[in-house]
């Protein structure tokens, strides 16, 4: 049977991915339990919900702030939006692109060490 004259490329890329995703270890030795790290062995937790208005968004890193009351003051948190994250309104789905500066928003988030990731941004 004739091969693909897009085998080798695709040989390659395989390889690369391989040795990318392994990791290196002397002769002889087994790898550990975390290859890439202890980091990513922790599953990220859920941080619960918070409830404020967006003080700034940055739509090329994601990260939107938002302030939110407590007693007098206000603590602000910075959101890592993804793309996978949920952004709904009202009986509509939305992208990052909807989210503007000074909008009330109800935010499902879950925490991975010191990083916030929204799960679920709901506009109200």
Same mark, same amino acid.
């Given at each position: 049977?004739?091969?693909?004259?897009?085998?080798?490329?695709?040989?390659?890329?395989? %390889?690369?991915? *391989?040795? !990318?995703?392994?990791?290196?270890?002397?002769?002889?030795?087994?790898?550990?339990?975390?290859? /890439?790290?202890?980091?990513?062995?922790?599953?990220?937790?859920?941080? &619960?919900?918070?409830? #404020?208005? %967006?003080?700034?968004?940055?739509?090329? +890193?994601?990260?939107?702030?938002? $302030?939110?009351?407590? &007693?007098? +003051?206000?603590?602000?948190? $910075?959101? /890592?939006?993804?793309? #996978?994250?949920?952004?709904? #309104?009202?009986? *509509?789905?939305?992208?990052?692109?909807? !989210?503007?500066?000074?909008?009330?928003?109800?935010?499902? /988030?879950?925490?991975? #060490?010191?990083?916030?990731?929204?799960?679920?941004?709901? !506009? /109200?």
């Amino acid at each position: 049977m004739p091969r693909s004259p897009l085998a080798p490329f695709f040989l390659a890329s395989i %390889v690369s991915f *391989t040795t !990318l995703a392994l990791p290196a270890t002397a002769a002889g030795a087994t790898p550990s339990a975390a290859p /890439l790290g202890a980091d990513y062995a922790v599953p990220a937790r859920n941080a &619960g919900t918070i409830e #404020g208005r %967006v003080a700034s968004i940055d739509y090329k +890193s994601g990260v939107m702030s938002v $302030d939110v009351p407590q &007693g007098g +003051s206000k603590k602000t948190y $910075d959101v /890592l939006v993804v793309p #996978g994250t949920n952004i709904q #309104g009202n009986k *509509t789905f939305h992208t990052i692109a909807d !989210l503007k500066k000074g909008a009330r928003v109800q935010v499902l /988030l879950s925490q991975h #060490g010191a990083t916030y990731t929204a799960q679920i941004i709901r !506009l /109200l």
